[in-house]
Every structure is written in structure tokens, then in C-alpha cells.
């Protein structure tokens, strides 16, 4: 149910409600309407809450963290939006305000059963915060990140589609990029990262002036798929050349998608057909964590 109050009295309990947000532009303050947060979700948000601040107290978060903050400043504001099948998902900012860590926790919740997923996904936000107010909703391989930052999209073609949020990764100029980051809902509501894919990315160093990467990912068949790397060079210019595609396969709905077989249809510029940074393996079966997915 979409909150009625004034939205002055909203502020007042801001731990409550959730801030109607189809698109997660990520906003510290947000505004339109709220809905009320269930209690089943909110458990799950107070648990994160109580985890990071008991861990900055311990003696390795203390060296982490510096001085501890309150419990009320690691809260930061929840976003709401609806899904397939009639769920409910709020994403909830976990907040680490010592050293400006910020987290996207995503909690699907199913208000048929009531159930909640227990133990969500950190979505490391730190360098998209800031910048998804003033991303623009068409994608331009020459930026990294458009809307929206949430979608829906089926990936291993089970009619079931995966979630799948978007953020930017960097590290300093050795790496700018947006990872689309992709989940499947299994029938616990837990979510289990099958896929990432590099879609957008500087690549320094391959070129004498570097290139553009863009990357689309083509569904096949049932848990088969192609990422098909295009490119252009980083003086912006209008020519596009496809650089190959990387055919992907996983055994069954809800595993992670593997690498079959690379096809390098254009040597000119080197092989960065899933990534511009070397190092990197955003194809590789994830970790249980994306706090770094895309750091080896």
C-alpha cells in the first residue's frame, strides 16, 4: 500500500517506508511516494544494520573503520519497486559513514507466503553513488551508466526473469567501467549471482588512444547465450567495429554461466572480449559475494 502521510511526517520515520523507486537513481533524500516497509523485510534490514555496526567495533573493524559510528548512522534510506509474479523488492543502503562505504542490499519480498530473502547481495555502490541522479535513460557506449540502474531480464531463458543491477566500477584511471550484475530468484527468494558482464568500459593501453567497449549480452536458447564486444575508438568517432562474441552456457536455471568458446573476429586492437583490464574476470562463476566481482 503507497503511504498517505504528508511526506514531512514520512521523514520522521524514515526506517518505515520505503521510497517508490523503479529505476534506483540511488538518491540520499528521496522524494515522490513511499510504501511501508513489512515486517518480514524489516528484520532482514535491521539484521544488516546490526552486522556492520557490531563489526565496526571489533578489533578488525576498528582498523577498518576508525572511530565507530551509532548504530542509527549505518541506515541509510530503502528503496522500493515491484517485480514479476506479483513480488515486491526493496533495496536497502547500508551506510559506513567512518570511511563512505555504501551497499545495496536487494530483499525480494513475496506478500502471498509473507517471506522475505534472508541473506541478500551486497551491490557495492560506491562509485555509483553520485552519479545515477545524472545518468541518462539511453545508453551511450561513450558513458558509463544509464538507466535504469534495476531491470528484469530473463537470462537463461526459463520464462523466469533474473534481476539484474547495474554500477560502476573503478579504480583510479586504471579502470573505469558498468558492470551489469545478474541474479536468480530461486523459490526461497534468495538470490544466487549467475552472470556479470562488463557492458560498458574504457580500455586504455590497446590502442595508441584507447577504445570504447560496449558489450550485449544474446540470449540463445535455454542456458545458452552469446556477449557479443563491439568497439570504438576514444576519440568518440562514429566508427563501430564488432571485435567477436564469447559463447556462454550454464547447466540449469539458477547456475552460473561459463565460458564455451571465443570468437576473435578482429585482432587489431587485442582480445578484451569480456573485460578492458586483464585482471579482471567478470564472466568467471562469482563469488558467494560481489563486493568483489570484479576485482581478482
Known amino acids: 500500500m503507497v503511504a498517505a502521510a504528508p511526506h514531512g511526517a514520512l521523514d520522521a520515520l524514515p526506517d518505515d517506508y520505503a521510497a517508490v523507486d523503479h529505476e534506483l ?75 563512505g562505504i555504501v551497499g545495496i542490499f536487494p530483499i525480494v519480498y513475496d506478500p502471498v507466503t509473507r517471506r522475505a530473502t534472508q541473506r541478500p547481495p551486497r551491490i557495492d555502490w560506491n562509485w555509483t553513488e553520485g552519479n545515477a541522479t545524472q545518468a541518462k535513460s539511453v545508453c551511450d557506449p561513450r558513458q558509463f551508466e544509464c538507466r535504469p540502474y534495476m531491470q528484469e531480464r530473463d537470462i537463461d531463458g526459463d520464462g523466469q526473469p533474473e534481476l539484474v543491477f547495474e554500477k560502476r566500477a573503478h579504480n583510479g584511471t586504471l579502470y573505469n567501467a558498468a558492470l551489469y550484475q545478474h ?16 557492458a560498458r568500459s574504457l580500455c586504455e593501453g590497446v590502442s595508441d588512444e584507447g577504445v570504447w567497449a560496449d558489450r550485449t549480452f544474446v540470449l540463445d536458447g535455454a542456458c545458452k547465450g552469446r556477449l557479443v564486444t563491439r568497439y570504438r575508438s576514444y576519440d568518440k568517432s562514429s566508427a563501430v567495429t564488432e571485435l567477436g562474441d564469447l559463447e556462454l552456457a550454464c547447466e540449469k536455471p539458477g547456475q552460473p554461466f561459463k565460458e564455451l568458446v571465443r570468437h576473435l573476429r578482429s585482432r587489431k586492437v587485442g582480445d578484451f572480449l569480456t573485460t578492458c583490464n586483464e585482471s579482471l574476470r567478470p564472466i568467471a562463476e562469482p563469488p558467494a559475494s560481489f563486493d568483489q566481482a570484479w576485482w581478482k
Open 25 to 99: 537513481d540511488g538518491s540520499e533524500n528521496p522524494k515522490g511516494s513511499r510504501v511501508e516497509i513489512p515486517a518480514e523485510v524489516r528484520s532482514v534490514i535491521d539484521r544488516l544494520a546490526r552486522e556492520e555496526f557490531d563489526y565496526s567495533r571489533s578489533e578488525k573493524g576498528r582498523g577498518f573503520f576508525g572511530r565507530p559510528e551509532p548504530l542509527r548512522r549505518h541506515y541509510g534510506p530503502t528503496y522500493f519497486a515491484t517485480l514479476a509474479n506479483g513480488r515486491r523488492l526493496f533495496m536497502f543502503k547500508r551506510l559506513g559513514p567512518s570511511s
Open 183 to 198: 541474479f536468480h530468484i530461486g523459490e526461497d527468494l534468495e538470490l544466487t549471482p549467475v552472470l556479470t558482464i562488463e
